[in-house]
């Protein structure tokens, strides 16, 4: 595809429950990011693949969140036991490869609202 | 522990006006610095990028520049447009590869 897709685009959900958000990221790109974002703030780091591996997850606010990248290319990010302080928009982004001069291209987002 | 701060939260100008936006960050240590513009419920676009060996970048009416001593980049809209209002995010990658952003910039341009 062109760029970064997210599946769903919006998602609501009750408290408690389980959700996923899927991440397309640019066909190539070997870096995957989840941001989190909340209302009126700027979007916060959770977890960085490279390939198929996480490289960095120290975003993550605790183990109710979790994501995999199995095949190295589609990431999604597994909530579980929602609470309501878990909804925000949940931002994906890709890069080229490793390293920190690569810039990051970001998906739509998938707003995730919880009640 | 990185941060970003821009100033100001919130702006108003006329059409036609030339503009700054300001960002600070706190770790010298940086990478790129990466400005982006967000559309109310929409994700973030990509506007410049300023690796950390180059001093400025510019892309039609916008200038991006990056002061590494003193901690601070700038954002110039210039002859600013309707279309031009947005929010507006600064960002910095680190030695992590992750980027920390500032909180924004809403800007609206009027008739």
């Known amino acids: 595809g062109a760029g970064v897709s997210q599946t769903p685009s919006n998602k609501v959900t009750e408290k408690g429950k389980y959700v996923e958000l899927r991440c397309d990221p640019i066909s190539g790109h070997t870096a995957l990011y989840w941001y989190r974002q909340s209302l009126g703030q700027g979007p916060e780091f959770l977890i960085y693949f490279q390939g198929t591996g996480a490289a960095d997850d120290s975003g993550l606010p605790n183990d109710r969140f979790f994501a995999v990248r199995p095949e190295g290319s589609v990431s999604t990010l597994k909530i579980q036991r929602t609470e309501r302080g878990d909804s925000a928009v949940y931002l994906c982004?890709?890069?080229?490869?490793?390293?920190?001069?690569?810039?990051?291209?970001f998906g739509p987002g998938t707003r995730l609202t919880v009640l | 522990k990185q941060e970003v701060t821009q100033i100001p939260a919130a702006l108003s100008v006329p059409e036609g006006e030339n503009l700054v936006l300001n960002c600070s960050f706190t770790d010298s240590a940086i990478y790129n610095l990466q400005w982006f513009r967000q559309d109310p419920g929409k994700g973030l676009t990509s506007l410049l990028l300023i690796q950390s060996s180059q001093r400025e970048q510019t892309s039609g009416r916008l200038n991006a520049s990056l002061d590494k001593s003193s901690g601070r980049s700038t954002l110039y809209i210039a002859a600013s447009q309707p279309g031009d209002s947005a929010t507006y995010l600064c960002s910095q990658t680190g030695t992590a590869s992750k980027l920390t952003f500032g909180t924004g910039t809403r800007l609206q341009v009027t008739l």
């Open positions: 982004a890709s890069s080229l490869g490793q390293g920190t001069y690569n810039e990051q291209f």
